[in-house]
């Protein structure tokens, strides 16, 4: 056995001994290991499109909405952009003024390639479903359109047939059947256009704890229907197959899960090489601080049903932990992204908390710098209420800093600015102003601790975080030595979110001062 292939094999067994292993993506000698997306990329679904591979991930409450990555090995990744740039298309309560759909808004999606064109639905377990299409996978894409049918649904995917009927399959998860554990998985017909779901009878095809998930695929004539349910051991991926649309379907358990060490990967989506082999996209349904990662799992097809993972000796699959990357001889990429804010647009890694604000923030008002204009919070004090937060996410891997600069020449009384980490709690760590004086302030879930005082204008602030998820937060009067401020913070979870790395600012008082921000460096090792 090669050495780097018996290394990943030894390495593999550890790992899945553990659950616990600090390498991530390309390896750098023709293997990977997952997490390939080591970061909060939730609900993954994935398609091949030419040597291209497109993936996009549900965003919940933060805007731009449903996030789009590109690839051409399914390995590394890059974000590409987001398909809904105005939530409030979707409902007002999305907004910077409302901000109450935290762990809602935009649930799993699908992307599809139909028609020389992208397509994405996806659907909000408040309002219902949404579609929306674009010529290429980073926009622009249309404005999001309404499908209906109302509140309690979710997971949808459209499915154009040989014949050219167009087709959505979604589940039905709040029924007075259902009791929240029985869910019904509906068959709609959809215009030609996939803008409309047609006023004909729809189906149910499949009923079962939790089950939801969907994907709809049609390989070498028979129909495939995956979908993940509840099971004792966990949310598993599933299969249903059939001749026909109209049934009868056979139904398999694809993958064996252990929440305690491969956190359940279950969403995803099947794709084909080229050259003929499957691959399995998937998120890891069991969120830690990071969130739910993504992971690249082999899939082997044996009488005609997919296997993913491992085949065990019960024909079922079986977590992995890497292997011979599918694609050899491309770069790597890097999912951490830093900005100088030179460009005319946000690159698009960046997501605000929810839809922000338009009036208060620039990237023209001091040019190369980012400037966050300060004005209340919904709460007064409450950092989870304050609408001018950009955030990315925070990657897990073996070491992770980032540093920002600050300038602060424009901030006015009672106005607080700097860098955040925020899930289930929070941490901010800038500067307060109080009349004239500025200090150094870290407020931990309302605990709050002042340091030194700051009377110039530039400032650096960094976290730097390993493997633990556990930050320690630092600031610098020169950009070269730093000094620690307060305990290590550890990083949280919550409504089906990881953790998030933002800059923001407020004001208690009013709508008055900025913040200038002239560069953020974002830096990860493998």
Not at 85 to 90: A, K, S
Not at 97 to 126: C, E, L, Q
Not at 142 to 168: E, H, I, M, N, Q
Not at 218 to 243: L, Q
Request: hydrophobic share 35%; charged share 20%; proline share 5%.
């Amino acid at each position: 056995m090669p050495p780097a292939r018996l290394f990943l094999a030894v390495w593999m067994a550890a790992a899945a001994a553990s659950g616990q292993d600090s390498r991530w993506g390309d390896q750098g000698d023709g293997t990977y290991a997952n997490p390939v997306l080591p970061g909060d990329f939730s609900d993954l679904d994935a398609i091949r499109v030419g040597r291209d591979y497109y993936a996009i991930s549900s965003t919940f409450q933060y805007s731009p909405g449903v996030v789009v990555l590109h690839s051409k090995d399914l390995v590394n990744w890059s974000i590409a952009g987001h398909v809904v740039d105005d939530l409030t298309r979707i409902a007002p309560e999305l907004n910077w003024d409302k901000m109450n759909r935290n762990g809602r808004g935009i649930w799993a999606g699908s992307i599809r390639y139909h028609a020389a064109r992208f397509w994405v639905y996806f659907g909000t377990p408040d309002e219902g479903f949404f579609m929306s299409t674009a010529a290429h996978a980073a926009g622009p894409w249309t404005p999001v359109k309404a499908l209906g049918p109302s509140a309690g649904w979710d997971d949808p995917c459209p499915f154009w047939d040989d014949d050219g009927r167009a087709y959505l399959v979604a589940t039905h998860f709040a029924t007075e059947q259902s009791n929240g554990k029985n869910y019904n998985i509906h068959l709609f017909q959809l215009s030609s256009d996939g803008q409309r779901i047609l006023p004909e009878p729809d189906r149910i095809i499949h009923q079962s704890r939790g089950s939801e998930a969907n994907k709809l695929y049609k390989i070498d004539g028979i129909y495939y229907h995956y979908f993940s349910e509840v099971r004792p051991e966990g949310r598993v991926a599933m299969i249903n197959r059939a001749r026909s649309l109209n049934g009868p379907w056979e139904t398999r358990q694809l993958i064996h899960v252990n929440r305690k060490v491969d956190k359940e990967p279950n969403q995803g989506g099947l794709i084909q090489l080229p050259s003929g082999p499957w691959y399995f996209i998937s998120h890891q349904g069991t969120g830690d601080w990071e969130g739910r990662a993504g992971v690249l799992l082999p899939v082997m097809w044996i009488d005609r049903w997919p296997i993913i993972g491992a085949a065990g000796p019960d024909g079922i699959g079986n977590m992995v932990w890497g292997g011979t990357k599918p694609i050899g001889g491309l770069p790597s990429t890097s999912l951490a992204v830093s900005d100088d804010f030179s460009g005319r647009t946000l690159k698009p890694a960046w997501e605000w908390r929810y839809q922000p604000r338009s009036d208060k923030w620039s990237l023209s008002a001091h040019r190369g710098f980012l400037r966050l204009q300060a004005f209340r919070p919904l709460r007064a004090g409450d950092f989870q209420t304050v609408g001018n937060v950009l955030t990315q996410r925070s990657l897990r891997t073996k070491r992770n800093e980032v540093t920002v600069k600050l300038d602060l020449a424009g901030m006015a009384d009672g106005e607080w600015a700097g860098i955040a980490h925020f899930a289930k709690t929070y941490c901010t760590f800038g500067v307060r102003q109080n009349g004239n004086m500025r200090t150094i302030t870290m407020n931990r879930d309302g605990r709050i601790s002042s340091g030194a005082r700051i009377s110039q204008a530039a400032l650096w602030l960094r976290s730097t975080w390993n493997f633990d998820g556990k930050t320690q937060l630092s600031y610098s009067l020169d950009g070269v030595t730093f000094a620690d401020f307060g305990e290590p913070y550890q990083l949280t979870w919550a409504s089906y979110r990881g953790d998030r790395i933002g800059i923001f600012t407020f004001n208690d008082l009013g709508e008055t001062g900025y913040l200038d921000v002239d560069d953020f460096q974002y830096k990860i090792q493998r």
